[in-house]
């Protein structure tokens, strides 16, 4: 899996263990459905354009490990706003993406072993919240 930062142009590899968890849980139509003063019923259908939610995490505690070096590089990438990127996932569908700050924490990590201080190389879990945008 890999995540782009399309303003740096610069490449981050995550790993392939991270699960799409809301995959099949938005749908692109939006409905508004009210009724008239006349009784009439009055039903409003669209198809969203975006933000659909990428929400990207561990499938447990034994897998999708990444450097604190790559967590870091993340938090620093969530942090600046508007930002966006080019997730390409394993079997080669790729999404416009941004974080998704209106659900914060937009990330979150925690470290594989707890420690009064970390190295570069120490392990870490991540969970990604992003949102696909318009390209």
């Not at 692109?28 to 009439?40: D, F, H, K, L, R």
């Not at 659909?52 to 620093?76: G, K, Y």
């Not at 700050?101 to 072993?113: G, I």
């Amino acid at each position: 899996m890999m995540l782009r930062h399309l303003t740096l142009l610069q490449d981050m590899t995550l790993s392939h263990d991270l699960q799409w968890v809301d995959e099949h849980s938005w749908s692109p139509v939006i409905a508004n459905v009210e009724y008239s003063m006349t009784g009439a019923l009055i039903v409003e259908a669209a198809t969203r354009l975006a933000g659909r939610p990428i929400t990207l995490q561990p499938p447990d505690e034994s897998m999708a490990w990444h450097t604190r070096a790559i967590v870091d590089q993340l938090r620093l990438w969530c942090s600046q706003a508007g930002q966006t990127f080019l997730l390409t996932l394993d079997d080669g569908r790729s999404f416009n993406v941004m974080f998704r700050h209106q659900d914060s924490p937009a990330m979150e990590s925690k470290p594989v072993r707890k420690m009064a201080t970390y190295d570069p190389e120490d392990d870490w879990q991540v969970t990604l919240k992003l949102m696909e945008i318009m390209a």
